[in-house]
């Protein structure tokens, strides 16, 4: 139960930070709201691209081994 649990958190969370960098890269959304222009942007969709790829490899890991103790 508490595989599924986390895993349905990490996969939830990969989803946020993809769809969050998605409108960071195009849309206008908070470029007006704040000071997020420019490179700050770039470097904060980077930020977020990166934590989703590595959240989807800690998940991939975690359902791999999860298989593996199943069998």
């Known amino acids: 139960m508490q595989h599924n649990i986390n895993s349905i958190l990490a996969a939830f969370i990969i ?33 977020l691209l990166g934590y989703a790829v590595y959240r989807g490899y800690r998940l991939y890991r975690s359902i791999k081994d999860h298989q593996q103790q199943k069998d």
């Open 15 to 47: 989803v946020m930070c993809l769809v969050f960098s998605w409108f960071l890269l195009f849309t206008d959304m908070m470029s007006e709201a704040g000071n997020l222009r420019g490179q700050k942007r770039s470097i904060l969709v980077a930020i």
